[in-house]
């Protein structure tokens, strides 16, 4: 079961870049890297996920080391809307089906 | 708005009653999810339905009963419940089990609170 290691918070200057890392150094070769969010009192939002290649979509990027060992989400310009605990998840448990989340990064962005 | 709705949003319960979780999602979806998050733990996953029929129900007290009737609906049925089931149950959607490439997408969950 691959696991993931994550700094516990993180701070960030609203505008700015936030960039978030992830240890994955027992990933699989056929397991992808996801990453979820979890603002207060709701549930986790889907951010977006990737295999070897990086990944970009309207919310973030997803940068994957050549040895896939690590990753990195990126918020291009971060809001206050994003402060939140950010999940680094490497899918999946034997059946294919949890997520497994573990304890995330806490980003707080302020003004 | 995630296309997975959750109702009710809160629930106070006694121990003895009996109450039911809603879940609906409206994404096509055709395997949905039960999860539990309990406060400073991660989320556990409780019980797996793919094309109505339930895959895994992973060691849950069977005073937690879900019924998934179609592809778009499932429920969570509770009955003599223990304060520690206490917690935030959130359900989640994905077009289908068995693919690790497919993201689930959750609803904001049920706070279930029992006395």
């Known amino acids: 079961d691959a696991k993931t290691t994550q700094p516990t918070s993180m701070d960030c200057a609203e505008g700015r870049a936030a960039n978030l890392p992830c240890n994955h150094s027992?990933?699989?070769?056929?397991?992808?890297v996801y990453w979820y969010r979890q603002i207060h009192s709701q549930g986790p939002q889907y951010i977006i996920h990737?295999?070897?290649n990086n990944e970009t979509n309207e919310m973030a990027s997803l940068i994957i080391t050549e040895d896939r060992k690590s990753s990195t989400l990126i918020l291009p310009h971060a809001t206050l809307r994003d402060t939140a605990v950010y999940y680094c998840?490497?899918?999946?448990?034997?059946?294919?089906?949890?997520?497994?989340f573990g304890k995330g990064t806490t980003l707080s962005v302020s003004s | 708005e995630t296309g997975v709705t959750q109702t009710p949003r809160h629930l106070v319960m006694g121990m003895t009653n009996k109450k039911s979780l809603k879940c609906e999602q409206h994404?096509?979806?055709?395997?949905m999810y039960w999860y539990k998050q309990s406060a400073k733990k991660p989320l556990e996953l409780m019980f797996v339905?793919?094309?109505?029929?339930?895959?895994e129900n992973n060691s849950v007290p069977s005073r937690f009963s879900p019924e998934c009737p179609n592809s778009s609906h499932l429920f969570l049925h509770l009955h003599t419940l223990q304060p520690e089931d206490s917690a935030l149950y959130l359900c989640?959607?994905?077009?289908?089990?068995?693919?690790?490439?497919?993201?689930?997408?959750f609803g904001d969950g049920t706070r279930l609170s029992i006395l």
């Open positions: 994404l096509g979806h055709n395997a």
């Open positions: 990737g295999l070897k």
């Open positions: 989640a959607s994905s077009p289908q089990t068995g693919y690790s490439n497919q993201p689930q997408h």
């Open positions: 339905y793919n094309f109505k029929e339930q895959t």
């Open positions: 027992t990933i699989s070769g056929n397991e992808y």
């Open positions: 998840i490497v899918r999946v448990d034997q059946a294919g089906t949890a997520l497994i």
